[in-house]
């Protein structure tokens, strides 16, 4: 009765949070504070799997850090994304869709073995996040301890039951925010060519409105040319001398960037 009463106030202290508008990332780092007195844990994150990448032939799964708390926020803090390894705790509670626990060296010989051993933690258990019928992330709890208590798998998993409604509402409020960040950028735009404004002001607001979107170090806008070469007509963010409007380079096929000329400006293609 005490742990079902503990449970029932985390449920209402995280579901307040979301009565009141607060960011995801708050949420998702709550539902991580919440768990970790719940079981016991020195160190728990939540973890979304929203990646999946072609590598060598290879269909790769990524899983990027929303909420942390305790010992391995500093460690792997909010934003942090790394590869699923399958030697980790967390890729066999995905991988079967039940809880699964970890000690010792199997704990601390995966890739985050650096991670684990540096924090002293000894013992892990982890749990997948359904949402909306879907596997969509995966929770952790660890302890500096030999092990943790009996059962934890269980009241892992059935807090994550009740908490993956909370979950899900954070997860709609950022989507409806996205999609007003993307409204609100095209009626910007849009003005732009009401107006007249010319090309290069319309390109350099378009690309400005990516790099904000997409919050990544540099975007740019390319314009593949007829004779084979290609033209920089928009570059916002941080770029080296090597890069400016109007520049032009030669040896791209219409269809993309050639592997020497993505290296050579030191930067990933998120679109073509």
């Known amino acids: 009765m005490r742990q079902l009463a503990e449970e029932q106030a985390a449920l209402r202290r995280v579901a307040t949070l979301v009565a009141a508008g607060a960011r995801p990332d708050e949420v998702f780092t709550a539902v991580a504070d919440e768990l970790a007195h719940l079981v016991g844990a020195?160190?728990?994150?939540?973890?979304?799997?929203?990646?999946?990448?072609?590598?060598?032939?290879?269909?790769?799964?990524?899983?990027?850090?929303?909420?942390?708390?305790?010992?391995?926020?500093?460690?792997?803090?909010?934003?942090?994304?790394?590869?699923?390894?399958?030697?980790?705790?967390?890729?066999?509670?995905?991988?079967?869709?039940?809880?699964?626990?970890?000690?010792?060296?199997?704990?601390?010989?995966?890739?985050?073995?650096?991670?684990?051993?540096?924090?002293?933690?000894?013992?892990?258990?982890?749990?997948?996040?359904?949402?909306?019928?879907?596997?969509?992330?995966?929770?952790?709890?660890?302890?500096?301890?030999?092990?943790?208590?009996?059962?934890?798998?269980?009241?892992?998993?059935?807090?994550?039951?009740l908490a993956a409604t909370a979950i899900a509402n954070a997860q709609a409020e950022?989507?409806?925010?996205?999609?007003?960040?993307?409204?609100?950028?095209?009626?910007?735009?849009?003005?732009?060519?009401?107006?007249?404004?010319?090309?290069?002001?319309?390109?350099?607001?378009?690309?400005?409105?990516?790099?904000r979107h997409f919050g990544h170090d540099t975007a740019r806008m390319i314009r593949f040319e007829l004779d084979g070469t290609a033209t920089v007509v928009a570059n916002e963010g941080t770029t080296g001398s090597h890069v400016r409007v109007g520049r032009r380079w030669e040896g791209y096929p219409r269809t993309g960037l050639t592997p020497h000329h993505r290296r050579s400006l030191g930067c990933r293609v998120v679109g073509a």
């Open 42 to 161: 020195q160190a728990t994150f939540v973890a979304r799997v929203d990646d999946r990448r072609v590598v060598g032939g290879e269909l790769e799964a990524y899983v990027t850090i929303v909420g942390s708390f305790g010992r391995v926020s500093d460690a792997v803090p909010v934003g942090f994304q790394a590869r699923l390894d399958s030697r980790t705790v967390s890729a066999v509670a995905l991988r079967t869709g039940r809880p699964a626990r970890m000690s010792g060296e199997g704990l601390a010989g995966g890739p985050f073995g650096e991670i684990v051993r540096g924090l002293g933690l000894q013992s892990a258990v982890a749990s997948p996040i359904a949402v909306a019928g879907r596997q969509w992330g995966v929770i952790l709890a660890a302890t500096t301890r030999r092990d943790l208590p009996a059962g934890t798998e269980i009241r892992v998993a059935h807090f994550m039951e």
């Open 174 to 211: 950022q989507s409806l925010r996205a999609l007003a960040d993307t409204q609100a950028a095209l009626r910007r735009l849009a003005m732009l060519v009401a107006r007249g404004e010319s090309p290069e002001v319309v390109f350099a607001a378009v690309t400005s409105e990516v790099l």
